[in-house]
């Protein structure tokens, strides 16, 4: 994706959309009044660290934490970290100059709006505003959708052709063309699909076995910065 945007495939930058099908837990709902029996293999206070204790609720560890405030971040917080990454590291963003957002609402009743404060929206339509970085012309609209909200789908696309891919997507476009991608930006590529075949420099070294490649790298360092860690505690030891 990068080395298509250096050489200018799809010209200076226009806009950003990612988006992904969750939650796919349960969010926007009040959180339970019956306690559950904490997990024989949890430490519960541990678990909470600094957070307000309160009783353990069924299923909330590993997984459904993700739609509570007091632990989670949602949507966003869950997938943004991956489908908004390269458009972060492509395009240089940094600190967000405005927020703009509008949130799905849960009726509980015919006319009834629920009100769970402590959970994330079921849904939700976001719109950042960057400042202009060395890599754009000006300011960057950066469009973040969940709940199984959508962008508009591009005219390029064929009507057999996916939109992004299992339920998340990132569309780039450009003054003269537009990037697509799947979950963690995995399957680039330029729209129409035919002009994915242009060949460009390659200019980036790439990680040897691909996302598991990255699983290897990173386990490798783990493992390295406990040695390094290691060697410095005995050397401060024989210093003494």
Same mark, same amino acid.
């Given at each position: 994706?990068?080395?298509?945007?250096?050489?200018?495939?799809?010209?200076? =930058?226009?806009? +950003?959309?990612?988006?992904?099908?969750?939650?796919?837990?349960?969010?926007? +709902?009040?959180?339970?009044? *019956?306690?559950?029996?904490?997990?024989?293999?949890?430490?519960?206070? *541990?678990?909470?660290?600094?957070?307000?204790?309160?009783?353990?609720?069924?299923?909330?560890?590993?997984?459904?934490? /993700?739609?509570?405030?007091?632990?989670?971040?949602?949507?966003?917080?869950?997938?943004?970290?991956? #489908?908004?990454?390269?458009? $972060?590291?492509?395009?240089?963003?940094?600190?967000?100059? %405005?927020?703009?957002? @509008?949130?799905?609402?849960?009726?509980?009743?015919?006319?009834? /709006? !629920?009100?769970?404060?402590?959970?994330?929206?079921? @849904?939700?339509?976001?719109?950042?505003? $960057?400042?202009?970085?060395?890599?754009?012309?000006?300011?960057?609209?950066?469009?973040?959708?969940?709940?199984? +909200?959508?962008?508009? /789908?591009? %005219?390029?696309?064929?009507? #057999?052709?996916?939109?992004?891919?299992?339920?998340? !997507?990132?569309?780039?476009?450009?003054? *003269? !063309?537009?990037?697509?991608?799947?979950?963690?930006?995995? #399957?680039?590529?330029?729209?129409?699909?035919?002009?994915?075949?242009?060949?460009?420099?390659?200019?980036?070294? /790439?990680?040897?076995?691909?996302?598991?490649?990255?699983?290897?790298?990173?386990?490798?360092?783990?493992?390295?910065?406990?040695?390094?860690? *290691?060697?410095?505690?005995? @050397?401060?030891? =024989?210093?003494?």
């Amino acid at each position: 994706m990068r080395e298509w945007i250096d050489a200018g495939l799809i010209g200076d =930058l226009v806009e +950003i959309y990612a988006w992904t099908d969750r939650p796919v837990w349960p969010q926007g +709902i009040a959180w339970p009044s *019956k306690k559950a029996p904490v997990p024989s293999t949890l430490d519960w206070d *541990k678990w909470l660290g600094t957070a307000q204790y309160t009783d353990y609720i069924e299923k909330l560890v590993p997984f459904n934490w /993700r739609g509570w405030w007091a632990f989670g971040t949602g949507a966003l917080g869950d997938m943004g970290c991956h #489908n908004l990454e390269a458009p $972060f590291s492509i395009y240089g963003l940094q600190y967000v100059k %405005d927020v703009q957002a @509008s949130v799905g609402t849960v009726y509980v009743d015919e006319f009834k /709006r !629920g009100y769970f404060p402590e959970s994330c929206p079921p @849904s939700s339509s976001v719109t950042m505003t $960057f400042p202009k970085t060395p890599k754009t012309k000006g300011d960057v609209k950066v469009h973040w959708m969940d709940g199984g +909200i959508q962008p508009p /789908r591009p %005219d390029e696309l064929e009507p #057999n052709e996916e939109f992004g891919g299992k339920g998340n !997507g990132i569309l780039i476009i450009g003054t *003269k !063309g537009k990037l697509l991608a799947d979950t963690y930006a995995e #399957n680039p590529r330029l729209l129409p699909t035919s002009k994915t075949y242009k060949t460009v420099k390659e200019k980036y070294p /790439r990680v040897k076995g691909g996302a598991s490649g990255h699983w290897a790298q990173w386990w490798k360092d783990v493992l390295q910065a406990t040695e390094i860690w *290691k060697c410095r505690r005995h @050397s401060k030891l =024989l210093d003494r």
